[in-house]
């Protein structure tokens, strides 16, 4: 079937209105959480295949997860999908005014391959739940991830309602030439701006999940040997492929030796390899050509060795870095930390803001007035004070970036929104309406309609 055809036949499925029964949100609901604890197996085989990733990172980080969403939304779509009574301002009396939350018809999802079922599956549950039909596109780099996606996915549901397409740059190039009710792309920002160019044609809504330079502040008030602890668990979890991974560090320089430090030894503590299940590889042999010109040999603090043939890089912490060195220049993704020293936080700031609005701040201190002015003067998606990552696994805040890292965000009553449109409605009775909008106008009609429009 052609995708314009897939696109059509989705599109009929949608105007039945058989997706915007509850019950049958529900129900397809269940069965996706059923269908994919079946096949828990499979998809833990499959991306073990892709880059080694351990049951248990795939669990705590990917399955986890989507597992969550769609809990949440079988236990809160009765509240999101109700109409919403609000109240009704002095000119409209008598009458009664809600809010309808209305799927928004046939999506396309286009997912990154750094947690590849989380990513693809996260935004499938939002966009089920506010009773839409699903086009979905994986990642294409781990191959066995998008392969066990689209058997799982393919076989459990009809392709008028959910069909997974597997492919690269061609097929989504043209998939992007289609009319979609709503796209959703997770990647970088620079597919980002093509995805963008490609939905306004048709006007499409867009959510746009992009990457970014995640800082990491560290002041000489924090508790150094946590926020050490801290800093390397989210660095170097996925081997620092997360998107919103500490990028780099702007550490005061007094405890600067401090921090580094107790890095060293909780990477030799956490003893990161493939054998120990808490490492992955590389993606690709392009990603590791990529990254293995940012170890600058002079500035290697810890690590710095790279296994070509494993797709292994050691975790690495680079020091005495400076804003003109290559490995600042782009997003990292990979296990490679560098770290810049200030003096002065206001430069240090200043730095920050000079780039690209980062998906992720990290702020370490004990100092509420530094916590306050970092929050206040940086711009960034989302993050955390004294720690890293977990924003992303507290279901009550929204997950999404700003700026160049990203449009819209999701997860919880956030991912429904981003799916469903609301339709605004006013309700008159037919009877006791004034009638002062009607001519002929009159002074008199004037001086009462003021009277009304200032309250
Ligand atoms: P990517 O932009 O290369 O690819 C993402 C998707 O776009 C894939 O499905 C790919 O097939 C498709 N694609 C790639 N090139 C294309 C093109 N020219 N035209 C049309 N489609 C194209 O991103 P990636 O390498 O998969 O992921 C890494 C990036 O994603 C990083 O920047 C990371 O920060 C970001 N990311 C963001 C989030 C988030 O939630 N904000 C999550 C994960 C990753």
């Not at 109240?87 to 928004?104: A, F, H, W």
């Not at 999802?109 to 990513?119: C, D, E």
Request: aromatic share 10%.
């Amino acid at each position: 079937m052609s995708y314009q055809s897939l696109i059509e036949a989705q599109r009929t499925f949608f105007h039945s209105n058989v997706t915007k029964d509850i019950h049958f949100r529900l129900k397809q609901l269940r069965k996706l959480l059923a269908v994919l604890k079946e096949n828990e197996p499979l998809l833990y085989k499959a991306i073990h295949e892709d880059f080694k990733k351990s049951e248990f990172d795939t669990y705590t980080t990917e399955l986890s997860l989507v597992y969550h969403d769609i809990k949440e939304a079988i236990q809160m779509l009765p509240k999101w999908a109700k109409k919403k009574r609000t109240r009704t301002n002095l000119v409209n009396v008598p009458g009664k005014s809600y809010i309808i939350p209305e799927p928004l018809g046939v999506c396309l999802v286009i997912g990154a391959w750094n947690y590849p079922y989380q990513l693809s599956l996260a935004p499938i549950v939002a966009a089920i739940a506010a009773g839409n039909t699903v086009v979905l596109k994986p990642s294409e780099l781990p191959a066995n991830t998008s392969v066990a996606m689209a058997k799982i996915l393919n076989t459990a549901f009809e392709e008028n309602f959910i069909k997974v397409i597997e492919g690269g740059i061609p097929e989504t190039t043209e998939l992007l030439s289609c009319k979609f009710d709503k796209i959703f792309f997770t990647g970088s920002t620079t597919v980002g701006k093509i995805v963008y160019q490609a939905a306004a044609k048709n006007l499409t809504p867009v959510t746009l999940e992009l990457g970014g330079k995640s800082p990491v502040f560290v002041t000489r008030d924090a508790d150094i040997d946590n926020s050490a602890k801290r800093i390397v668990w989210g660095k170097f979890l996925n081997s620092g492929q997360t998107c919103i991974a500490p990028d780099y560090i702007l550490v005061e320089s007094s405890v600067q030796e401090k921090l580094l430090g107790s890095m060293k030894s909780y990477i030799e503590k956490f003893s990161y390899s493939f054998a120990n299940e808490n490492y992955i590889q590389i993606v690709n042999e392009r990603n590791m050509k990529r990254l293995s010109k940012f170890i600058d040999k002079d500035k290697v603090y810890v690590g710095g060795k790279i296994h070509e043939e494993e797709r292994f890089i050691e975790p690495t912490i680079l020091r005495d870095v400076s804003f003109a060195d290559k490995v600042m220049q782009e997003e990292i993704f990979g296990p490679i930390l560098p770290v810049i020293s200030f003096d002065s936080l206001d430069k240090a700031i200043t730095q920050v803001k000079q780039g690209a609005k980062p998906l992720a701040c990290y702020i370490f201190t004990n100092d509420a007035k530094i916590k306050e002015k970092i929050l206040q003067e940086v711009s960034f998606g989302g993050g955390q004070v004294n720690d890293t990552l977990m924003h992303v696994v507290n279901y009550h805040l929204p997950f999404g970036g700003v700026g160049d890292s990203g449009i819209g965000s999701y997860h919880g009553e956030a991912g429904f929104k981003v799916f469903t449109h609301y339709k605004s409605i006013l309700e008159k009775p037919f009877f006791g309406e004034p009638n002062l909008k009607y001519p002929p106008y009159s002074k008199n009609k004037l001086s009462w309609i003021k009277k009304i429009l200032s309250f």
